[in-house]
């Protein structure tokens, strides 16, 4: 008998493999797919292109410790910072966004005057205080009095009462972007990179979203040499020298449950693996789809309440001969960032509008990156893979369209995004891969296509996440428990749930062991 089995081999089910093992126990990870780390994996698209399967850029990991507590440069990761951390191009101009705050508000004067460069630097200073506050309280559960203490700890940072405070927080990006800059411009960029979690900024309580911007001028966004996969390759291998069992092509089939009680799972295989603990770090409708005795009243709820929405977008990898050019970067081509190619809000909004009526964008909102540059091993000599993530895409289409019929020609959509703000880049592209929010469904059992799970709204965010009574990683069931994205803190390369899950369960078997006693 195993003392914990864990469903899944994302990201965050490894980090949490990696604790529970560093901490004695057991463990054995299952795995459907030939690779692990879920949708942090790179696989061979073309010929000599190492291309990622899911996310590309790091940005919230680097800020956890875990990558350092777990030292998993010894397992062979290595980062690159994207430094400028962000490019976003208008034309004949273009604001850099450099890590180092004075260069990047120089970036913004020429473009955009004093008064708004100025403004940016106070805006960093402000929302980078409170945000390393906040940052915290995603490093744990999300407990009433965790939450507390850090929101309490950010309002005496600001000198700001509970009332307006909570006020900021409550409002919405575009207002926060409108409060403090003038040029659109800078608003676009802004707000572009803050709908990355989803939610456009133009709804209510996203304004920390852009907030979360200003972290990145103090840890920038990082690619692992070799691939985004890297980071759960070096998981895997932490892992292993702990002592832990990691089973690929071999999923689970059933998480068995006997009078309330979790007692291990079948693989796909057939085989049965006994455990009193079972951590699921697959999609929490799948978690559950998976347990063979769960009450009907409970599982109408999972199934009822939990809200995963409509899909997020879509990307497209390419092989591609050269890097796109813009024309607004003068001497400083920007490969190095996440390209932000959206002309203005108002298109934003029309794209978001298009999403919102289940149809695909006329025109889609792009951000492209371009790690061969500097990369040499993910792409052959002379060659370049680039990455296109595009958004919003709807998984149901409103007007009798199917994904596969029209993937392609959406595909082409985001190239000639990319085309529209560097000329010529369409006539580099050599071949493209296509991952529609059907495909990122089938191949990395992302339901509906959305990249964080469920959606990341308010209302499913923190203490609600993915509702209350799971928000804390334990379930109704005794001996089951969650993480990955469908749980706090949330969605993208992050590890953070993986910790609290492993801490989490830590802790139960440490008062279990104490009431035996």
Same mark, same amino acid.
């Given at each position: 008998?195993?003392?914990?089995?864990?469903?899944?081999?994302?990201?965050?089910?490894?980090?949490?493999?990696? &604790?529970?093992? /560093?901490?004695? %126990?057991?463990?054995?990870?299952?795995?459907? @797919?030939?690779?692990?780390?879920?949708?942090?994996?790179?696989?061979?698209? =073309?010929?000599?292109?190492?291309?990622?399967?899911?996310?590309?850029?790091? +940005?919230?990991?680097?800020?956890?410790?875990?990558?350092?507590?777990?030292?998993?440069?010894?397992?062979?990761?290595?980062?690159?910072?994207?430094?400028?951390?962000?490019?976003?191009?208008?034309?004949?101009?273009?604001?850099?966004?450099?890590?180092?705050?004075?260069?990047?508000?120089?970036?913004?004067?020429?473009?955009?005057?004093?008064?708004?460069?100025?403004?940016?630097?106070?805006?960093?200073?402000?929302?980078?205080? /409170?945000?390393?506050?906040?940052?915290?309280?995603?490093?744990?559960?999300?407990?009433?009095?965790? !939450?507390?203490?850090?929101?309490?700890?950010?309002?005496?940072?600001?000198?700001?009462?509970?009332?307006?405070?909570?006020?900021?927080?409550?409002?919405?990006?575009?207002?926060? !972007?409108?409060?403090?800059?003038?040029?659109?411009?800078?608003?676009?960029?802004?707000?572009?990179?803050? $709908?990355?979690?989803?939610?456009?900024?133009?709804?209510?309580?996203?304004?920390?979203?852009?907030?979360?911007?200003?972290?990145?001028?103090?840890?920038?966004?990082?690619?692992?040499?070799?691939?985004?996969?890297?980071?759960?390759?070096? %998981?895997? /291998?932490?892992?292993?020298?702990?002592?832990?069992?990691?089973?690929?092509?071999?999923?689970?089939?059933?998480? &068995?449950?006997?009078?309330?009680?979790? @007692?291990?799972? $079948?693989?796909?295989?057939?085989?049965? +693996?006994?455990?009193?603990?079972?951590?699921?770090?697959?999609?929490? %409708?799948?978690?559950?789809?998976?347990?063979?005795?769960?009450?009907?009243?409970?599982?109408?709820?999972?199934?009822?309440?939990?809200?995963?929405?409509?899909?997020?977008?879509?990307?497209?990898?390419?092989?591609?001969?050269?890097?796109?050019?813009?024309?607004?970067?003068?001497?400083?081509?920007?490969?190095?960032?996440?390209?932000?190619? $959206?002309?203005?809000?108002?298109?934003?909004?029309?794209?978001?509008?298009?999403?919102?009526?289940?149809?695909?964008?006329?025109?889609?909102?792009?951000?492209?990156?371009?790690?061969?540059?500097?990369?040499?091993?993910?792409?052959?000599?002379?060659?370049?893979?680039?990455?296109?993530?595009?958004?919003?895409?709807?998984?149901?289409?409103?007007?009798?369209?199917?994904?596969?019929?029209?993937?392609?020609?959406?595909?082409?959509?985001?190239?000639?995004?990319?085309?529209?703000?560097?000329?010529?880049?369409?006539?580099?592209?050599?071949?493209?891969?296509?991952?529609?929010?059907?495909?990122?469904? @089938?191949?990395?059992?992302?339901?509906?296509?959305?990249?964080?799970?469920?959606?990341?709204?308010?209302?499913?965010?923190?203490?609600?996440?993915?509702?209350?009574?799971?928000?804390?990683?334990?379930?109704?069931?005794?001996? !089951?428990?969650?993480?990955?994205?469908?749980?706090?803190?949330?969605?993208?390369? =992050?590890?953070?749930?993986?910790?609290?899950?492993?801490?989490?369960?830590?802790?139960?078997?440490?008062?279990?062991? /104490?009431?035996?006693?």
């Amino acid at each position: 008998m195993r003392d914990v089995v864990i469903v899944g081999a994302g990201h965050n089910a490894l980090v949490a493999a990696c &604790y529970l093992a /560093r901490a004695g %126990l057991d463990v054995e990870v299952v795995e459907r @797919r030939a690779v692990a780390g879920g949708a942090v994996s790179t696989v061979e698209r =073309f010929g000599g292109y190492q291309m990622d399967v899911g996310s590309s850029a790091h +940005i919230m990991v680097r800020h956890t410790g875990i990558v350092e507590d777990l030292d998993l440069a010894a397992m062979g990761l290595v980062y690159q910072d994207l430094d400028p951390w962000g490019f976003a191009p208008f034309g004949d101009e273009a604001i850099t966004f450099w890590g180092n705050i004075d260069a990047a508000c120089a970036s913004i004067e020429k473009v955009c005057g004093a008064k708004d460069a100025e403004a940016y630097h106070r805006f960093v200073d402000d929302w980078g205080d /409170r945000n390393t506050r906040i940052f915290e309280a995603f490093q744990a559960p999300p407990t009433g009095a965790n !939450l507390g203490r850090h929101l309490w700890s950010v309002g005496r940072s600001t000198g700001l009462d509970g009332m307006e405070l909570s006020r900021q927080f409550l409002t919405s990006g575009d207002a926060l !972007l409108d409060e403090h800059f003038d040029d659109e411009r800078l608003k676009t960029a802004l707000a572009w990179m803050g $709908a990355q979690s989803g939610p456009p900024t133009h709804e209510v309580a996203t304004a920390d979203l852009v907030g979360w911007n200003a972290l990145l001028h103090r840890c920038p966004p990082g690619h692992p040499v070799g691939g985004s996969g890297m980071l759960s390759v070096a %998981l895997a /291998r932490r892992f292993e020298a702990l002592g832990g069992t990691l089973r690929l092509n071999d999923g689970c089939a059933r998480i &068995y449950v006997r009078d309330g009680k979790t @007692r291990g799972i $079948a693989t796909d295989s057939g085989e049965r +693996i006994a455990a009193t603990t079972v951590l699921a770090g697959c999609h929490v %409708l799948t978690a559950f789809e998976l347990v063979d005795d769960l009450p009907p009243a409970f599982a109408q709820r999972v199934a009822c309440t939990i809200r995963v929405g409509n899909g997020i977008g879509m990307v497209v990898r390419l092989a591609t001969n050269a890097l796109p050019r813009y024309p607004g970067a003068g001497g400083e081509q920007p490969w190095r960032a996440l390209q932000l190619l $959206a002309p203005s809000r108002n298109f934003l909004r029309r794209a978001h509008g298009e999403f919102s009526a289940g149809l695909p964008p006329s025109e889609p909102a792009a951000l492209a990156m371009t790690f061969s540059a500097f990369d040499d091993t993910i792409a052959p000599p002379g060659k370049h893979n680039v990455t296109v993530w595009g958004q919003w895409h709807p998984y149901e289409l409103s007007n009798g369209e199917t994904w596969d019929a029209i993937a392609e020609r959406e595909g082409t959509k985001l190239v000639e995004a990319v085309d529209a703000a560097a000329p010529g880049f369409a006539a580099s592209v050599e071949r493209m891969h296509v991952q529609t929010p059907l495909d990122l469904e @089938r191949e990395l059992g992302l339901r509906r296509g959305n990249v964080m799970h469920v959606e990341m709204s308010l209302d499913q965010m923190f203490a609600w996440r993915p509702l209350p009574e799971l928000a804390g990683y334990r379930t109704p069931l005794d001996g !089951l428990y969650l993480t990955g994205a469908s749980t706090h803190p949330g969605g993208g390369v =992050f590890g953070a749930s993986g910790r609290s899950a492993a801490n989490v369960i830590l802790g139960d078997r440490t008062k279990a062991r /104490r009431w035996w006693r």
